[in-house]
């Protein structure tokens, strides 16, 4: 009996230890749930507050997690269902719908309904970011196109063109290429890749004439590397262009300009 005794008492004294550790354990789970829910609800707040602010989007989707996403869903667009919505419910429910995935024609519709109700930049380079995952090219171009004249900071308008000039097919419409380069060149005119760009650009609508002069133009700024690049390229576009004394004056000037070896 007394083996049993101490095996009892064994028994008990963990079973007295494991009880601390299983309270703290659930203390911990619903502190953390607390914390997630908190942290989850004050997105949604802030979420309200900046319907177009694509990253609190995503991270709010992260914090409900894969089992709170229907819900979320429902309450964020519920308002944008009716057909006189606000603006700011219509884009809060798109951006949402969009970063959740699986509903862009959806997302696409609703960015549109925002952008009637009150253009805006967020509006229309949302429904162009949709089109364009949705395969529709000259769509979403269209509607980059119409967020321009609402990209106000350079950032947003450098952002609007890039994005619009992805969806261009440069040989088949270079014309429409030069256009969003140009206006890419005259936000940061010491961009040598820019300039590079637009030069092709030029070349290929046959003007390889002037496309090499806008590069004979850049050589005072460029530095070492891309005096060589920008004077050789431009060699090549006077040749083109059928304009041989000025291509071989460009190669004897970076002749002149590499050193001789001793």
């Not at 109700?117 to 980059?144: I, M, N, Q, V, W």
């Not at 090499?212 to 006077?238: G, H, I, K, T, V």
Request: hydrophobic share 50%; glycine share 4%.
């Amino acid at each position: 009996m007394r083996g049993a005794s101490r095996l009892v008492l064994a028994f008990a004294t963990l079973a007295a230890g494991a009880a601390p550790l299983e309270a703290r354990a659930d203390w911990e789970v619903r502190r953390s749930t607390t914390r997630e829910h908190d942290l989850a609800a004050n997105a949604e707040r802030a979420f309200t507050e900046r319907p177009e602010d694509v990253a609190l989007a995503r991270r709010l989707i992260r914090l409900v997690g894969a089992t709170g996403r229907a819900a979320l869903r429902t309450r964020v667009c519920e308002p944008a269902r009716a057909p006189t919505a606000a603006a700011t419910d219509l884009l809060r429910c798109a951006t949402l719908t969009f970063e959740l995935g699986g509903a862009d024609e959806e997302a696409a519709s609703t960015f549109a309904r925002a952008a009637a109700a009150r253009p805006s930049l967020a509006a229309f380079e949302g429904e162009a970011r949709t089109l364009a995952r949705l395969g529709h090219k000259d769509e979403a171009r269209a509607r980059y196109e119409a967020a321009l004249p609402f990209a106000h900071r350079p950032a947003d308008e450098r952002r609007v063109l890039e994005a619009a000039l992805a969806l261009v097919d440069v040989r088949a419409e270079p014309a429409r290429a030069l256009a969003f380069d140009q206006r890419l060149a005259a936000l940061d005119p010491r961009d040598t890749t820019i300039a590079e760009r637009v030069a092709d650009d030029l070349a290929r609508l046959g003007r390889s004439s002037e496309a090499a002069a806008l590069l004979d133009a850049r050589l005072p700024s460029a530095n070492d590397e891309e005096r060589f690049a920008l004077s050789l390229r431009a060699a090549e576009l006077y040749d083109a262009a059928g304009e041989h004394e000025r291509a071989a004056a460009a190669l004897a000037a970076i002749l002149a300009r590499t050193p001789r070896a001793a």
